[in-house]
């Protein structure tokens, strides 16, 4: 009989439990397990998947920043640590059984939502957020069933952070570029179909606000067969602002202002530009009034400096048409239990410092914590903190280590009660091993495989074979 | 100890997932022709093999005859002000050496040059030894927190004869803590 817990004799030791196994999840984890050689560490993720945006939300072009799955890897085989996939905290769970069971509980869920444009036309078929976009040609279950129709030949993607910058370039890159990565088959194929040859990247500011960094604004001034497409009036004033912004900002806005003046092969069969000083009003419907088929857009004027600058809208309207608009305005984290107070105005679980507010035992990092900005080190920094805060606590007896709490034992049995069935991390190695010899059949780094039924499959699969 | 252990391992354990490229001309060991020329396939002899930007080379510290088996100290400076001194060879990865340490540098991207997790401040009179870094390495650094003129990459360095003596500060940051006290506003 499976049980989840490595060789780990009734230990006297603090037991940790984590909410999430994504990135936040595991460099929490990490760091604990370093810290203290008495902890044992529990992870609960609700795929059966480990890596959370690692795996679902990384684009497929950039397999080097999935590299940090080896590290993920080398934390859930620690013999102090175990990962239980496919348990959903607070509906299979309630977070007040799982801090009955450990000494700490640290919420690392992240922000599965979306934050919505708030404007009519919204929820007409061609609009999809770009979490939803993204999760689709990254395989994630629940974005399976998208089909975003790809037969038009402009696309407006609203907001202009990395996430809009991966989803400018997985629709205008060359399929070649893409045919051996991990994306599913079924986006690759509709991607080789794709009748998209332009690409607008709205903001509501300046060029001096562009929320994306250079490496990903680089990928698309150098991808093969497209240009630029700027308007230079949105660069006013710009030039002379250069010298007093520090470097990361200045080889940025440098690199834009290259983009504004060389434009690009004429030739090329593929565009992008990006649009600024403009918010979206309202997605107009087509003719047959079934599906977006444009965008309304104001014109903003930027007022105040520095810091806090801010858009403020001056009247004037423009309307774009495109077949596809694509929101990647933010994610949003959502409440995972009513036990846990949640800040729905800032949409994180409030906190000082990682310690859940008014709540003895409960810490959170990464996204839940502070909001879902960052690339994977920045989240990586802040889960080292809330760690090292926690076992500050332990030091300092605010946690009550002297009480012996049973830990996975207890939830495990909990879980079986209720016919959850878990997935070890022993048992997503093999739905990897199979996505992996998918992969390979098709010339490419894994065919992920879509279907939570399908991964379960497999892990009974492993199941028969040894027990 | 034991973290230094698991870093070892985690290092080693890594370095069976590498993929092979066979584009020389970016990679630092190449650049800098310590490369001992053995860029190898499959999965023999973890330890030996270091992953670089753009692929595996074998690193200095294998047994072949041409190697160079010079001495170069360099001392880390820890997040906490404590001083390491490392005695390293030339041609050894400086992210690499850390690592064998047990210096607490994470490399989360495994040295691709595709995040700024392994950040170092470099003795200034060093600093001027070293190549300059390539494009993508400016754009990772650019994303690294408290970025100073001193800042590289350490999975970039490689080491010389000159860079002896060269001294690796690891940055004091984090997210709640500011080396000059400063307190972010809560948002």
Redesign the interface.
Known sequence: MLTGVRGLSSSSGPRVCIVGGGPAGFYTAQQLLKARQDAAVDIYERLPVPFGLVRFGVAPDHPEVKNVINTFTQTAQHERCSFHGNVNVGKDVTIDELRQAYHAVVLSYGAEGNRSMGIPGEDLPGVFSAKDFVGWYNGLPSNKELHPDLSFETAVILGQGNVALDVARILLAPVEMLKETDITQNALEALAGSKVRRVLIVGRRGPLQIACTIKELREMVNLPNTRADMLPADFEGIAEALKDLPRPRKRLTELMMKAVKEGGDDKAEKCWGLRFFRSPVEVLAGADEKRAAGIRLALNKLEGSGESVRAEVTGQLEDVDCGLIISSIGYKSIPIDPAVPFDPRRAIVPNEMGRVQDTAGLYCSGWVKRGPTGVIATTMNDSFDTARVLIQDMEAGKLDLSVNKPGAQAITALLQTRGVRMVLFSQWEKINAEEEKRGKSLGKAREKLLDVDEMLKIRNVFISIFF | M??FT?VR??VS??QR?VRVSRDCSVCPLYRLNVCTGAAVDGFSAPNRRLRTSIGVCQSADSSSPEEDQRVVNVVFIDRSGQRIPVKARVGDNALHLAHKHGIEL?G???A??????CHVYVSSEHYEKLPEPE??E???L????M?QENSRLSCQIILTPELDGMELTLPK?????YVDGHVPK??
């Open positions: 034991a973290a698991a391992a985690a354990f890594t997932f994470e989360a991207c495994e691709s040059l595709a995040c700024s997790t494009e993508r400016d754009d990772m650019d994303m690294a927190p970025l940051v984090t997210r709640n803590f809560p948002h």
